[in-house]
């Protein structure tokens, strides 16, 4: 294991499903139908036994789906950017009212369907050129997926983690209502509220706070419900979303909103740990996610203290300081390394910032002063180095190279939305902007695009 402390330096109907996804879906018919209710309460030896029946050997498995938008942030390194080229506009194609509070950013699947994490379902599944619903139940009864983005695989699953302890494995491609495959329950009042991440071999990775005590899984693809391995990280892991190494052999997470973890993906054994600040952050509403440049290796992580650059090797530096606002979302990465990423200061002051991968600022856009803050608020880049975020009540569109004096440009705005700090935008296919709105009384996604 390599240790190091921080050296702070300032300077997206099933039409045409691949034959996998159907002999996927063909395989899980064989199986018995599961139980209406599984959320039954552990026993007192199921609670002792975390990681139960963890076996190193999983079954072959594919990664995310091919689709425009299938994890959160778009990818297993987070990167927040899309091949696609994103909409010049701020035109509304159609607004899907739903019937629950949104509760994750959305995600696309195989055949374009849209899937976002809600209040009960716990996953509501969206026609993309109509904006009605597919379904909005399965055949079981669960809780909330409390900012947990789901996570499509290439077999068409859809894996999401609830406050009822368990990481949901669906079969999205059925006939509604669909069948929940199987659901691994952290018995020691583990919420899991990190959005799930599928490696290359379609392993799928999750995080629960259990207790406060942090722990991440790796769950085998397929139809079996099998732990391949879990590991305990010692803090309390909440709203992040673990984020692979671009050769799929690591794994990073952040703990007490201080710490990245590097773990070895195949057995979950710790690389290195690096404390990056000593502040102690773990509250729901923030997400310290980590971002991997697929190109050079490098974790990127917003803490309260600024912006970090860690290299592969565990060490680190603080890459930008944002003045005495907090980084409490993660950034996301242009195609030229620019890092895209809001901060905030409370409720005071909220800035949106546009860093070289350097760390000198290239630009920075001041959101007009009043409610309104960037927590759990990750931005959005296109083909075209274009950038997409929300805070509060409104959709930003910027250009990626500003004026070319420091400050942000805006290409568009959208101001119909009335809150949005759960359910950021994400770049579906035709270049639609999907992003949820709205508290338990009036919560609505929008499809923005299709611009002349």
């Not at 990481?167 to 009042?189: E, G, N, Y």
């Not at 203290?305 to 565990?314: I, Q, T, Y």
């Not at 409104?394 to 959208?414: H, I, P, Q």
Request: charged share 20%; aromatic share 8%.
């Amino acid at each position: 294991m390599i240790s190091s402390r921080a050296t702070r330096q300032h300077g997206f109907r099933v039409v045409a499903r691949s034959a996998r996804a159907v002999g996927a879906a063909l395989a899980l018919l064989a199986l018995p139908a599961p139980a209406t209710h599984a959320d039954d309460r552990c026993s007192i030896e199921d609670r002792k036994l975390l990681c139960p029946s963890a076996n190193p050997v999983c079954p072959p498995g594919d990664g995310p789906a091919a689709s425009a938008w299938p994890l959160f942030q778009h990818d297993a390194q987070h990167t927040g950017r899309s091949p696609l080229a994103g909409p010049t506009c701020n035109r509304v194609i159609w607004r899907w009212s739903a019937t629950d509070e949104l509760l994750s950013a959305p995600t696309v699947g195989i055949d374009g369907t849209i899937y976002v994490g809600t209040a009960r379902a716990p996953v509501c599944a969206i026609d993309p050129a109509s904006g009605t619903t597919r379904w909005c139940e399965t055949d079981q009864d669960g809780r909330l997926a409390d900012r947990s983005s789901p996570a499509v695989a290439a077999d068409g699953t859809v894996y999401v983690g609830t406050r009822d302890n368990d990481l949901w494995a669906i079969a999205a491609l059925f006939a509604p209502p669909p069948p929940v495959v199987w659901r691994q329950k952290i018995c020691t009042d583990g919420d899991v509220t990190t959005s799930p991440a599928i490696g290359p071999d379609g392993v799928v990775y999750m995080g629960s706070d259990s207790l406060g005590a942090g722990w991440m899984f790796a769950m085998c693809p397929g139809a079996a419900q099998q732990v391949k391995w879990c590991a305990k990280l010692g803090g309390g892991v909440k709203n992040v979303s673990p984020a692979l190494s671009p050769d799929g052999a690591t794994l990073y997470v952040t703990s007490r909103g201080t710490t990245l973890h590097a773990l070895d993906a195949a057995t979950g054994a710790t690389r290195w740990t690096n404390v990056l600040e000593r502040r102690r952050n773990a509250a729901r509403w923030p997400n310290y996610t980590p971002v991997v440049d697929p190109a050079s290796g490098k974790i990127y992580v917003g803490f309260d203290d600024g912006l970090f650059e860690v290299l592969p090797d565990g060490t680190s530096r603080l890459l930008f300081v944002p003045g005495r606002e907090r980084i409490e979302s993660p950034p996301a990465l242009g195609p030229d390394g620019t890092l895209y990423f809001g901060a905030s200061r409370g409720g005071a002051s909220s800035t949106f910032y546009a860093v070289r991968p350097d760390g000198t600022l290239r630009w920075s856009y001041p959101i007009p002063r009043g409610p309104g803050r960037f927590r759990n608020n990750q931005a959005v880049v296109d083909a075209n180095g274009n950038v997409y975020v929300a805070v509060k009540d409104t959709v930003y569109a910027f250009t990626g190279s500003g004026d070319g004096s420091g400050n942000g440009v805006v290409l568009w705005r959208f101001d119909e939305a009335t809150s949005v700090y759960q359910s950021s935008p994400i770049l579906g296919a035709s270049g639609r902007i999907y992003v949820g709105s709205g508290d338990r009384l009036a919560p609505v996604l929008y499809a923005i695009g299709d611009c002349p």
